[in-house]
């Protein structure tokens, strides 16, 4: 019984000590919040992106382009988090994918900031879709029964996301 109960307590020892994280004086805020950031799809940097404000005026002249942008992500899908929206201003959103449904976002990833590198598009989104993202969304049968009309929007193909946060 007494080896028993030395084992025992030998073990929980070993666990805690192994899973006890001791500070370091070389951590900064600075790395705290580097560590806060994550990857998704091919590993991009932050170098040139532009604000998401910005993809009206940069569009105004193109139907299509390579981009990188910032930008605080207004809501992932719910259902796997194959997609997400980010905010353009003016009370406009768009919807942002990734390449060949290659990667995924956290579901959890509302309100943080997110840097994306890819292609945008101006296109038509069908009702049929439109359904179908406010189904992922988590929105109401009533919701989802008044979209009766497609969308002129912007739609980007995402290769590579950063999150940070």
């Given amino acids: 019984m007494f080896k028993k109960l030395t084992f025992l307590l030998g073990f929980s020892a070993l666990v805690w000590a192994c899973n006890s994280q001791q500070p370091t004086e070389n951590n900064t805020p600075e790395q705290a ?10 590993k991009i940097t932050e170098d040139g992106a532009v604000a998401a404000t910005e993809i009206p005026a940069k569009l105004q002249n193109a139907d299509s382009a390579q981009m990188k942008v910032k930008a605080k992500i207004v809501q992932a899908c719910k259902a796997k988090g194959c997609w997400m929206t980010i905010d353009l201003g003016n009370n406009k959103t768009m919807r942002v994918s990734f390449k060949d449904y290659g990667f995924f976002v956290p ?10 590198e890819g292609v945008i598009r101006k296109e038509k989104v069908s009702v049929e879709s439109l359904k179908h ?33």
């Fill in 33 to 42: 919040v580097a560590s806060a950031v994550t990857f998704y799809g091919d």
């Fill in 107 to 116: 579901k959890d990833s509302d309100g943080k900031e997110a840097i994306f």
């Fill in 133 to 165: 993202f406010a189904e992922d969304a988590g929105k109401s049968k009533e919701e989802i029964e008044k979209i009766t009309q497609a969308e002129d929007s912007f739609v980007f193909e995402a290769s590579g996301v950063i999150i940070k946060g």
